[in-house]
Each structure stands twice: as C-alpha cells, then as structure tokens.
C-alpha cells in the first residue's frame, strides 16, 4: 500500500531522511515510534504528499505521493495532532466532505456518532479537544478509506474514549486496509498493534511483526541476585530488574513496548544488529 525507498528529505540544510526504505502493506496496525524530532510527522506529511522528497520516492496505492492524485486522496485519511475545525455543525461538515470520499458509509458514522456520544447538531468549535478528537476519528473510520494515519490520536482522551479507540480500530481493520498509529503513548494502543516501526534520527530501527520479535526476545523481571551476563538490557527496579534477554523457548515471549523501545533507543549495536530491519540495513 505504502512503498519508500531511497528516499532523502532536508528542511533547507537540516537533513531529515537519507535513503529511507520502508514498507507498509494492507491488512496491518502499525505503530510508528520516534522520540520528538524523529520525523514521525514528516513521514506522514510525505506520503500525504504535503512534503515532496529530495530524492527517492514514496508510493501511495501506486502513486506518486506528491502528485496528489484525487484517486489516491481520496483513499488516505489523515488525523494530525493538531488540526482546524470549521465553525458548523457535525451535519453540515459531513454534507460538505463525505462527498469526497466515495465509499463513506452514512450509517457507519451515525453509529460511531453515537457511540463517541455525540450528535450532527453539535457545532464544532463547541467541542472539547477530547470531544474534537472522537468526532475526527468517527470521520475517518466513516469514510472507509484504505489507508488511515493517526498523528497521537489519544492525546485528549479520557480513559473509555481511549477504549473505544482501541475497539473501533481493531473492529474495522480489514485485509485490504492499513491503519498507521503514531504515538507517544504506547500503553495506550500496543494491545493493537500487529507491526512496529520505531524511527529515531531520520532512520529505520525497527520494522518488524510483534510474532516476529516475540519470537526472538522476551522481556520478564529478574531479582538482582540473578547472573545477568547473557541479558541483552536491563533498568533497575525495586528488587531486581526489568531485562530484555533472546527468547529460548517455543511459545511467543513476554512484550512490553515501552520498554522495547527504550532498549532499541539505548542499546548497543550488538543488540541492534538483532533486529532483522537493522541488519538488513548495515549489510548493504
């Protein structure tokens, strides 16, 4: 659905990416995580076509991302972290733009309306940030376009908006839809995500399947009078440690996200030549 190769990107001399390559494909949640500063943000940008790359190319649905072609448009929906709503109601927002989404199903938005609790007669500079948040989502889930990017989509949630993130979510991905999640908040979604791309100075650390990973690491607590000369990362806790150590049974390991992350971001390059994105890109 997504295809990135070679490509390179500069803010005038501020360098961003050089030769990014990374794929996105259909049926999939993918997290995409990054430190601030990653270029989370701009790679949304790219493949929306809001950015055009220095070098390389980025294919959206087989198109050019920066041609901007109506076909493509009008399958991407794109939920940023800050945004603008007109000053009109819920009803007239959708007359005014369902219409370019071809395949938006009425019904569906109704009944995601109803379950954000919230009604077409409501005005859109009324709403909470909260309230803004679920009502972006009801839209985009209601166009049914294939390819769906949300820019930290439970900022501003209370604790069941972010359930009922997670349910919508995981109840509308389909083989031929690929939703991408960019977020601070990993505990928030990680339940739901199939995939990960962690990004971090403009390059790829990890990309890889959860069953994938879990099939080569496990993370679990060990108390400090364990040996921990075979443990590939560790953070003191009270009592022992959390550590990240190779897999050594047949079942998936134990994940924690947060941490994962933490370990890819602080570790050496023993442990990152593990991960098979990162090999793949140091053996070239």
Do not use: W
Not at 4 to 20: C, E, K, M, P, V
Not at 59 to 80: C, G, Q
Not at 86 to 98: D, M, N
Not at 160 to 173: Q, V, Y
């Amino acid at each position: 659905m997504i295809e990135i190769g070679n490509l390179s990107f500069a803010y005038g001399n501020s360098r961003l990416f050089q030769d990014l390559n990374v794929d996105f494909t259909a049926g999939r949640i993918y997290g995409l995580l990054g430190k601030n500063g990653a270029g989370k943000t701009s790679l949304y940008k790219l493949i929306c076509g809001m950015l055009k790359p220095t070098t390389g190319y980025c294919s959206v649905l087989d198109y050019d991302s920066s041609k901007k072609h109506p076909a493509m448009l009008k399958d991407l929906f794109l939920i940023p972290e800050s945004y603008y709503l007109p000053p009109i109601s819920i009803g007239r927002y959708e007359k005014l733009h369902a219409p370019f989404y071809d395949k938006f199903d009425f019904d569906s938005f109704q009944d995601y309306l109803r379950e954000m609790e919230l009604e077409k007669s409501h005005m859109l500079t009324n709403l909470s940030y909260g309230l803004s948040k679920r009502f972006l989502l009801a839209f985009g889930l209601a166009t049914k376009s294939r390819i769906l990017l949300l820019d930290e989509p439970t900022n501003g949630l209370d604790i069941p908006s972010k359930g009922i993130l997670r349910k919508l979510l995981a109840g509308s991905i389909d083989d031929d839809r690929l939703f991408i999640i960019a977020t601070h908040q990993i505990k928030e979604v990680e339940n739901i995500f199939d995939n990960l791309v962690f990004i971090d100075q403009g390059r790829i650390m990890l990309d890889s399947s959860i069953a994938a990973i879990s099939s080569q690491l496990t993370i679990r607590t060990a108390s400090s009078s364990e040996s921990l000369d075979q443990v590939i990362y560790k953070e003191d806790i009270p009592g022992g440690y959390t550590v990240l150590e190779r897999n050594q049974g047949e079942d998936e390991g134990t994940m924690d996200l947060e941490f994962l992350f933490k370990a890819v971001m602080d570790s050496s390059e023993d442990f990152l030549s593990l991960l098979p994105r990162y090999s793949e890109e140091q053996s070239e």
